[in-house]
T-cell receptor
Framework: DAGVIQSPRHEVTEMGQEVTLRCKPISGHDYLFWYRQTMMRGLELLIYFNNNVPIDDSGMPEDRFSAKMPNASFSTLKIQPSEPRDSAVYFC???????????FGPGTRLTVL | SQQGEEDPQALSIQEGENATMNCSYKTSINNLQWYRQNSGRGLVHLIL?????REKHSGRLRVTLDTSKKSSSLLITASRAADTASYFCATVRTGANNLFFGTGTRLTVIP
């Protein structure tokens, strides 16, 4: 298995633009997580899905952020409109039911100018 | 959303020395996990210890868990320059399916 795949790896955009981050979880994993990591706030859980259904989105910072999981092999995190304070590394992770071990993707480094 | 704290925040040692990192958490847990993050990369799972276990080994890694004190430690023996990374503890709370990460310890191993 190729592991969790994220695209793009780097994204530079201007304030106000829409940004879409993509994630392909490991096949067979029922859980998918979106995280944001910054120096100031560390690693934050934004939202997670179980069997494509959002379970907890309490970490989503505001309405500008939305996440979808239309099927078991694909998820998106969208920011519209983007702001400079959204600059961070966004990670996607997946896991199977049980002990909760998560497998992380390589991350998307987002820079909003 | 962070569950706990790691201590120290940063640690610098010479190659060959042992490195010890500590983690404290706040609620009852199913298990506690340690992850490593190399600069610019995603987190990688290292080791998991269940709430009914007190110690676990994996290669040069030794993890202890004290549920009465809500704390854990990660020991890396005979450190190598390649061990330079950030190390995070994460807990799975009782009844939950997601991880709660600590703040991380930045380990630097000097060759």
């Amino acid at each position: 298995d190729a592991g969790v795949i994220q695209s793009p790896r780097h994204e530079v955009t201007e304030m106000g633009q829409e940004v879409t981050l993509r994630c392909k979880p490991i096949s067979g994993h029922d859980y998918l997580f979106w995280y944001r990591q910054t120096m100031m706030r560390g690693l934050e859980l934004l939202i997670y899905f179980n069997n494509n259904v959002p379970i907890d989105d309490s970490g989503m910072p505001e309405d500008r952020f939305s996440a979808k999981m239309p099927n078991a092999s694909f998820s998106t995190l969208k920011i519209q409109p983007s702001e400079p304070r959204d600059s961070a590394v966004y990670f996607c992770a997946s896991s199977y039911p049980g002990l909760g071990t998560q497998y992380f993707g390589p991350g998307t480094r987002l820079t909003v100018l | 959303s962070q569950q706990g704290e790691e201590d120290p925040q940063a640690l610098s040692i010479q190659e060959g020395e042992n490195a010890t990192m500590n983690c404290s958490y706040k609620t009852s847990i199913n298990n506690l996990q340690w992850y490593r993050q190399n600069s610019g990369r995603g987190l990688v799972h290292l080791i998991l210890i269940r709430s009914n276990e007190r110690e676990k080994h994996s290669g040069r890694l030794r993890v202890t868990l004290d549920t009465s004190k809500k704390s854990s430690s990660l020991l890396i023996t005979a450190s190598r320059a390649a061990d330079t990374a950030s190390y995070f503890c994460a807990t799975v709370r009782t009844g939950a399916n997601n991880l709660f990460f600590g703040t991380g310890t930045r380990l630097t191993v000097i060759p």
